[in-house]
């Protein structure tokens, strides 16, 4: 079976600050912008890897949610408990200072994990987790 991951999506509540971030801060390109206001639509990846992407979708989108469940939502994503992207990289400590010094919120630096690996810790606008691996 020939199987690989095209897309993951992550919410997001404000289209500039995404863009900022995953553009500014993680270097990422913009592959597709699409619609306006709350329900706005970006596509992001990074650099040289074509086939991998991430969809900054707005939370509000899905009609199958009720109200009720849009709170939570929101309520989760301002804690940084909704959503999680993990990404590596083969120097760790160099792009944890990149990201430092392009104003990436912070939320740990790199550690070594009791379970092997080391890695660091941001969240983008909308509050995501994004965990960062030390390759190798």
């Not at 897309?7 to 997001?12: A, G, H, I, R």
């Not at 971030?21 to 206001?37: A, C, H, P, S, T």
């Not at 939570?72 to 083969?90: D, N, R, Y």
């Amino acid at each position: 079976m020939d199987i690989k991951i095209n897309s993951s999506f992550l919410p997001q509540n404000d289209p500039e600050a995404a863009i900022g971030f995953y553009r500014d801060v993680l270097g990422f390109e913009i592959r597709n912008d699409v619609g306006k206001g709350d329900m706005h639509w970006i596509t992001v990846g990074p650099e040289g890897q074509p086939d991998t992407s991430i969809v900054l979708y707005p939370p509000g989108a899905n009609p199958g949610v009720t109200e009720d469940e849009n709170k939570t939502i929101a309520e989760m994503m301002a804690k940084g408990t909704f959503a999680m992207l993990v990404l590596s990289t083969p120097d760790l400590d160099a792009t944890f200072e990149q990201i430092q010094s392009r104003g990436g919120e912070v939320v740990q630096e790199p550690t070594e994990q009791p379970y092997g690996i080391r890695d660091c810790a941001v969240r983008d606008p909308a509050g995501n987790m994004i965990r960062i691996n030390q390759l190798g």
